[in-house]
């Protein structure tokens, strides 16, 4: 902490790109084009046709600059340095060496004289959770995971000339394989079997004799690119003559249609029981007799009577679904796994966190400037706040109070009074336009800007011009 | 602990039921004609076709003894001088008063000297858990279980003249109101509304202004039977010229169509997402932005897109549910919640609890008599044992170990070894048949006896004739 | 509980003692009576001074009845048969063959056929907390306790002719093993070293080459009894023509000057650092660059003046001791690790417990006879209440709720107001004599019979004469 | 995160100060030269004897610049922007107005928008645990530790003008208040009692009536130092024309002759217990009867004789204190408490945390350079670790691992082997001379190296040059 965060080097390509999105108006469009950017040439709506969560791809680009500035070796180096990297905590050192896969995790913290030293003796280092080390990352994470409605998280992995550091396995996410520097071998081998296409978990490791004959095998060079949806085993390795550094940033880790059905099934039973006596109506007083797996060979009437029944209360379940509770559910899990939004200076000059005052010459200065029915505002991102439900009350849930390190806070929310849901909808739904704070549907010009207050202390909204 | 358990003075005629059930063969048979003998003479048949669940029925006999032995307060005040009856546990003191119902449970042990000083100064007493202090109320709602395929539970009530102890309420439990001494003044009323029909949980204290007009009015007598289904509200209380004394015998409470779902769909959905991979695909990358609470007004394709894919995942669930799996759950915390078994003389004699193994005359007698290959034996009731598969291995739970207090014992079971599952469902299914050891379906005659001899010793079985 | 409590046999010697017993009129000396008959004919003031806490001693009698009717063989049998005796809770299966001990403890409940298999086959059986099941143990150990001033405990030993069920070991409790069936061969060994002389914590088990030569070896006979304190080892085996049945009775766990110190001393700290400054000055600023196991080589005069600081503080503790304070917490202890009393008839009569009040021919009978200012009473036993200030409040904790099962409850008390302290303390000191309840130094007449009320309700006072 | 650590402006007299202290070789000397600047002019050694822990003393520097550098009102603005400042965990926002003590915190992160908006409505604001984001703070305090061989910690506190921030109190620390801008008016006041001299916990807040008159009242200005001990009663508040910004310096939380005895004497008793069998003595038989509150009052030779015991065996408590061990228990407990060491540019330099080790141009530098028995190391700090003894195995207790926020990490320590103490022994009592690996007492010049490399990696020692 004492001295400035670490940077990437001369990464200019990537610097003048984040530029260029921080004045794209619209949060979601500024999602849209850093994922185009970084799959380019493929394009995106071809991508989620064919691609995605169906096959690997790869982008060999001949541009080792094309990543440049994301992440490098030298700010790794920094990083140890400068922050409290724990091993196994935020970093780990691993080993495949004949077939075995070993972790080699001293306790305590990570400095660049014990991770070298593991380093040159051929260990693998995967640093967990980047972006709570790298603005870089932070900020092209935090972009992207508009563009996925899902975490979007990472992990960076520096291999030795030679070596292999982790055996072939599948994962439980969307994986796009960011080449930064030198280069690594890749194979990429199918599902083995239909069940472990999009597998619900990851794999354990595998054997080399378990998994077949690879569908992809290619020397990924900086700036490439290699996307596998998760189920595809895959192992790299590196030539004897480069070390290799590259990012994986990965999404979609539980968030399948069957990952909703499981919040909204429970809450379409508790409904269908209160609101369908069929429901509440009692078993049959022997179904124990010939229902049960001690009594399934059994050829019963009764059987088939039984399962009739459950056939079509199940089929009346449908009725009850409460689907947008459920995606409120699912996106409150979203809301708190968030990065929180890194702010362009002009974001950070138009809202709390870079409000003018300040303690200036002995004095506090620039500290009556408030919000008044003429501020123009909206919401700093499309997707930083959402109003959900909960039965009774509303809550507004949102984003901006997350912190870099994953759940480190709780998920942040405060009630909304019923007579403010209108005006927060209204806010939400009028994002990227800014709207006057008088212009909410509320009944006092006082409540409107207390409301506007509210949000712009807690750091939901931001102002057309600096307060 | 000092002396006899209380008996319940003279009940000659449910003495003779009770000794006449002991020789019915099976027990399921046996649990019918004592549910007979409980609301005759309506037939149990029309009764489960035309009332249960349905409606209240009365049943008045003019026979003050019908029920005579089953519980008296004589009974009671024996058990608060042999037993350690505490207030707030076993027993509640309470009265209703000008609309306003309270408790008055000091702490401590409830002896005599203090109960019946409650009850002079008009005070109803509420013995909870009978069946842990009278043989009698044990060994009725041990049968009971067997034919509701749901625990039977029980309180009792005295309540002293020209008194009320309770406010109207409904129960979440079919409810038989059996008059064992004295008379009481009842009113029971519709369930007010569709929802409260067959509900889930008890209500709370009603005022008398909430509920409306009795669909029934009666002064129940010794020997008269009131029946009401869940959801019926109702208040009893006592003339001013004789006190009551009831038992109330409960069943089915959470065994209803939808607490069987509660267990079945969520392994439904497990299962679903193993087998089919359209459970495990992902979301729309966009769902967000057209789901959810925030856009249910929206009028957006996509929603209906989505509402119908969800509609089809969920019509698809019914292929993978696990019925028989799912009721084996419910089985078990229905074993979890029985009542031991109380064994007649012959059963005790041919069991383990009565084997003639003794200490006598300074040495051990008749410890050698053991299970071989032409002992005939049963399980000892028809429901006391289960067996049930968890997936992976197959346990046999049993209730022979259970206690007379609820859940004072966790469920008792053993792993069955896969090679034994054809023996145990042998035995079960030949009930009430008594069969040989040697016919047990095993490989090895040693087998079959060890098999039996364990099983003996758990007292799930019994041997056709003693040791 | 279907039953009877076992009984003894014809132990009518011990009956007519305990009925004599019944009518000595104060408890302490019915105890003192007791532990008399225990040990004679040693005169117990002699025992006292010269026997206990320093050697064994053996009493041969050659008289097998004198201990009759405390615990048989045959009771044990039929408490096996009556009560739930749960292998591993109240029942132990050992067994001690070529030096190695083993338990053979089965789950589930201890019944005939399986203890007395366990027992033809060559194991010990050890019944813990006899009290809990038998009446006559639970009367000797309630009336011992007043004699020892600390729990008095007991096991009860089964062992078959020709085998040994436990290794040589040493306990934390003075030991009166009474021989009651048969006959068992001992071995008494000193302890091995002066830290092993009353030791805090039982041994582990020895091996025999571990133990020396013994200092007693006899065979004990029915009606014979050894005593050996804690840290005396010791070992029995039966010989081939005899079984042995013997009940160890234990006290003085825990019950040492130590054991008082460890409640007296952080208490008296605590006082000293209240009331006297010297204990919160602070340390010397450098005391670490001194003190300390890696400083304690250093020759330094800063390391004797700490000491003699220290030696000086700890001097002064003694002007801080609250001594009575202390010796009521472990009183505390004691009364909850007491038996309940077991009433005579004539307690009965004039207790709470054998109140008339009863519900008899369709009506409460007696219920009105309640305390007045002329009723006489007194404490139900010396020592079965205690009036403890725990600083603020004024308690009082009493023994009548206790359960036969060990700690089974909690400690019961209740808080005296501070102007009744003085009535409880006479009626305290008052014992064995009777008082009139106009008598207690409280300002009313009210208060006074509310305050009797109050104890004759909790089981702590009797009455002269039945109410 | 995103910037450099906030600074505190042209603080070249302070910073000069700790340049210099950082080329004092040894750092307990260190320690006491800034620790004599902090009082300067009064010296050290007479302050201790006649001040310390008796009474308040006022420096008045007529020097506004004497304590620059420290920190300032616009250090706190940048932490405020800079760092997750969170209300209630690490500022709280107070006022005391019309003898009314107030708290004002708002849930979330305190961000310099609403900070500046209380200060400005009059509310004060204290700054928790400023060594976590000051590094000067932070050097200070590590710094000062070593003099106090107790645990220094810091709030900083900010006043409005005309106003005042909190009621009159006391506190359990001795309290350094360092006045850094502007000026504060302050009383201080005798402790009312006895009792309340160097009291063990903080007081409440006091209404004015409750405090007397002030012994000492003064208008505080910058570089002016307010020290007074732990039960002073004292209240400062700022004049109409000025703010107020401070620092409180404190040390001496429970670190007295009684907090030590808090941890020797129980191990006293314990080795009395094992060492003497006096202490394992049983309790007279009869000693309830006559000791105890219900007895306090009785005249009974017993009685004295009890005392007597008493005293006795406290008295030779003494015999067995070890006091080693126990100055080790609170050593322990300090060394948790600690302050990481701020390392100098030469510290980093030889140090684990500085080692040479790199990435650069694409591949690992320097990371060959090791320790060998030439390389001349000492321990970084006197008082850095620590060996200590558990009884059975010996352990090395260290603060090179600490965080800056309080209790952040455990305790670090590892085990030493038993030949390794010597050398240990040998290393800590050598500083602050460095000596050769070579020099270590342990068998084969390997070990050396090994131990050597081991206590490099944790931080714990660096080397007289870099390697």
Redesign the interface.
């Given at each position: 902490?004492?001295?400035?965060?670490c940077l990437n080097g001369d990464g200019e390509a990537l610097d003048a790109l984040l530029s260029d999105l921080a004045r794209v108006n619209n949060s979601?469009e500024r999602a849209s084009k850093l994922f185009q950017w970084l799959i380019s040439p493929l394009p995106a709506k071809a991508f989620?046709r064919d691609t995605?969560?169906k096959k690997p791809i790869l982008v060999q680009r001949k541009n080792p600059d094309y990543y440049k500035g994301l992440f490098s070796?030298?700010e790794?180096?920094c990083i140890l340095?400068q922050e409290?990297i724990q091993y196994g905590v935020n970093l780990d050192v691993t080993s495949y060496t004949n077939g075995k896969r070993e972790t080699h995790n001293p306790p305590?913290?990570a400095?660049?004289?014990?991770?070298?030293?593991f380093?040159?003796s051929g260990c693998s280092i995967r640093l967990l959770n980047p972006q709570a080390f790298s603005?870089t990352v932070w900020n092209v994470l935090s972009i992207l995971q508009e563009?996925?409605?899902?975490m979007a998280g990472a992990n960076i992995y520096l291999t030795p000339p030679g070596t292999q550091g982790f055996a072939p396995h599948y994962d439980d996410i969307?994986a796009f394989v960011v080449q930064l520097?030198?280069k690594k071998h890749w194979r990429v081998y199918n599902p083995r079997t239909?069940?472990e296409?999009?597998?619900?978990l990851s794999s354990p490791n595998f054997d080399q004799a378990e998994i077949g004959k690879p569908i992809l095998e290619v020397v990924l060079e900086a700036g490439d690119l290699l996307y596998f949806p998760r189920g595809f085993i895959h192992q790299g390795d590196c030539l004897p003559d480069a070390?290799s550094l590259h990012i994986t940033i990965s999404s979609?880790q539980k968030?399948?249609?069957?990952?909703?059905?499981?919040k909204?099934?429970?809450a379409?039973?508790d409904i269908?029981?209160?609101?369908d006596?069929?429901?509440?109506?009692?078993?049959?007083?022997?179904?124990?007799?010939y229902?049960?797996?001690?009594?399934?060979d059994k050829d019963d009437p009764r059987r088939t009577k039984?399962?009739s029944?459950?056939?079509s209360?199940?089929?009346k379940?449908?009725n009850y679904?409460p689907?947008?509770?459920a995606?409120?559910q699912?996106?409150r899990d979203?809301l708190h796994d968030c990065l929180p939004p890194m702010l362009t200076p002009e974001e950070l000059a138009s809202s709390?966190?870079g409000?003018p005052?300040?303690?200036?010459c002995?004095?506090?200065m620039d500290?009556g400037a408030h919000i008044n029915t003429e501020t123009r505002v909206r919401v700093l991102r499309?997707?930083c706040a959402?109003?959900?439900?909960d039965g009774e009350a509303?809550h507004m849930y949102y984003t901006t109070?997350n912190?870099r390190v994953y759940h480190k806070e709780e998920l942040?929310s405060f009630e909304i009074k019923p007579e403010h849901t209108d005006a927060i909808?209204f806010l939400?739904h009028s994002y990227p336009k800014f709207v006057t704070v008088g212009s909410l549907p509320c009944d006092a010009a006082k409540e409107k800007v207390a409301l506007a207050e509210l949000l712009f202390?807690?750091g939901i909204i931001h102002t057309a011009e600096p307060l």
């Open positions: 902490k004492q001295e400035e965060e979601r989620f995605w969560e070796t030298a790794f180096d340095r409290d305590g913290r400095l660049p004289f014990t991770v070298w030293d380093y040159e603005s563009q996925f409605g899902s969307e520097e030198g239909e069940d296409v999009l597998p619900v070390h979609y968030n399948s249609w069957g990952d909703l059905l499981h909204l099934i429970p379409a039973l269908a029981m209160e609101e006596v069929e429901f509440r109506q009692g078993l049959p007083l022997d179904y124990l007799t229902m049960g797996v001690q009594n399934s039984f399962f029944r459950i056939e209360l199940m089929k379940l449908t679904a689907v947008d509770a995606v409120d699912k996106a979203f709390v966190q409000a005052a300040r303690w200036e002995g004095q506090v500290v499309a997707g959402r109003l959900c439900s509303v109070d912190s942040k909808e939400i202390e807690k």
